[in-house]
């Protein structure tokens, strides 16, 4: 009877280990082919990442913050880039302010005034500006100079309206 009882917990261990076994295994093969998975989702995103970086380095080229030698003009005069940019900004904004239509936009508004909505920044002498009335939109291009009394001045170069639809 004490052999028997030896037997069957004999049996039942090897069973046992048998399973936890082919559990064990079952786990570690579905670990390694999540491992898998997510490995090919690190490299597609490194590789989309590179692909970014390049863009957005790319994009940032016609910049006043990307461009060294447009900040250098700047330094060379004793400012800093950063200053100019917020300061042509503000004034750019600033103009939105006056009654009716903002001076440096070329056209009368149809369906209301005109104002400058956004500003990107070329480099140390130019700016392009999106303006609209509401209805009505466009771009101009705008050049910026800082004269020896340190007066800022605007001038709008060129412009166009796009059609209404």
Not at 90 to 109: S, T
Not at 114 to 124: E, Q
């Amino acid at each position: 009877m004490k052999n028997k009882i030896i037997l069957y917990l004999f049996i039942f261990s090897v069973l046992m280990l048998l399973f936890m076994y082919m559990n064990q295994k079952r786990i570690y093969e579905d670990q390694e082919a999540r491992i898998a998975t997510l490995n090919e989702k690190v490299t597609f995103y490194k590789g989309l990442n590179d692909v970014l970086t390049e863009e957005n380095f790319d994009l940032n080229y016609f910049t006043l913050m990307g461009n060294d030698n447009a900040m250098t003009y700047f330094e060379n005069f004793g400012l800093e880039a950063q200053f100019m940019q917020d300061m042509v900004t503000e004034q750019i904004y600033n103009q939105n302010n006056v009654e009716g239509d903002n001076p440096l936009v070329p056209y009368v508004g149809m369906e209301g005034s005109m104002k400058i909505n956004k500003v990107r920044f070329l480099n140390h002498r130019w700016v392009i500006a999106d303006f609209t009335d509401g209805s009505y939109w466009g771009e101009m291009l705008l050049e910026y100079n800082l004269d020896e009394n340190d007066d800022l001045t605007l001038r709008t170069l060129s412009s166009l309206l796009y059609p209404v639809n």
